[in-house]
């Protein structure tokens, strides 16, 4: 990515954020460069040049990453304006700086499973998001991952969710590496769910996803054996339409 100068670099992150308006050059009242998680107040400011500077000064000093321009996201991903902006408000919230990395992930995913330990099948997922494997996900590693997700074909989410098993990444996936997830997404949920998970029941789901991926019998899974199997397979299909109506 080209280096950007000073006034650039902020007009991009205002852009996104939605306080800055690129017709008129006049800022938002409500600021959203202020780190909630800090314990800081989102400050209301008058019009002006002190305004302009005080931000200015305050993002320059916070943000260590700028994601890339509104318009070539845009172009990146299938999301519309509105939506990136929503959604990096959303990530500028949680990460102040920018970028988030194995263990704020971590941390982020676990409040939505409280009930179990959500710790290892995050560190999955951190890993499938960080496509450059820098050990940081920055907004553009997340949007360009949310909109295969969400606004992706059938064909792309498939390869995003055979990335995501397959852990060491060279092409295929072991019974070793699917029993390692299976095991993790069984902490995530936790040991009081209704009805009780029995201790054999990743290994079995393991042996059950062998069965019908795993054409020809050689122990592992291909990506073109994976992405028979599921379109072949009507409640994946459909759980794969699920994504369409999430944004």
Same mark, same amino acid.
Request: one cysteine or more; proline letters at 2%; charged letters at 30%.
């Given at each position: ?160 969710? /055979?990335?995501?098993? #397959?852990? =060491? !990444? %060279? &092409?295929?996936? *072991?019974? @070793? $590496?699917? +029993? ?29 996803? /062998?069965?019908?991926? #795993?054409? =020809? !019998? %050689? &122990?592992?899974? *291909?990506? @073109? $054996?994976? +992405? ?20």
């Amino acid at each position: 990515m080209r280096s950007k100068g000073r006034k650039e670099s902020l007009s991009d992150s205002r852009d996104l954020d939605g306080s800055y308006d690129q017709l008129t050059g006049e800022m938002g009242i409500q600021s959203h460069l202020v780190p909630r998680s800090a314990g800081a107040t989102s400050l209301t400011l008058n019009a002006g040049s002190v305004r302009d500077s005080v931000e200015d000064e305050f993002e320059l000093s916070t943000v260590c990453h700028r994601p890339e321009g509104l318009e070539q996201l845009q172009e990146q991903t299938k999301f519309t304006r509105k939506e990136l902006q929503v959604l990096y408000r959303g990530f500028k919230n949680e990460c102040p700086s920018g970028i988030v990395n194995e263990e704020n992930f971590k941390q982020i995913y676990s409040q939505f499973f409280p009930q179990g330990d959500s710790s290892t099948y995050a560190t999955f997922l951190f890993n499938a998001f960080d496509t450059d494997h820098d050990g940081s996900v920055s907004f553009e590693d997340f949007v360009s991952g949310l909109s295969t997700i969400l606004r992706g074909t059938i064909d792309d989410r498939l390869n995003w969710a /055979f990335n995501l098993y #397959d852990l =060491n !990444k %060279d &092409g295929c996936i *072991t019974k @070793e $590496e699917m +029993l390692d997830i299976m095991k993790s997404i069984y902490d995530m949920m936790g040991k009081y769910t209704y009805p009780a998970m029995r201790e054999e029941a990743p290994r079995e789901h393991v042996e059950n996803f /062998f069965q019908k991926m #795993d054409r =020809n !019998k %050689d &122990g592992v899974v *291909t990506i @073109e $054996e994976f +992405l028979e199997s599921c379109q072949k397979d009507e409640n994946i299909m459909r759980s794969m339409q699920l994504f369409d109506s999430v944004i």
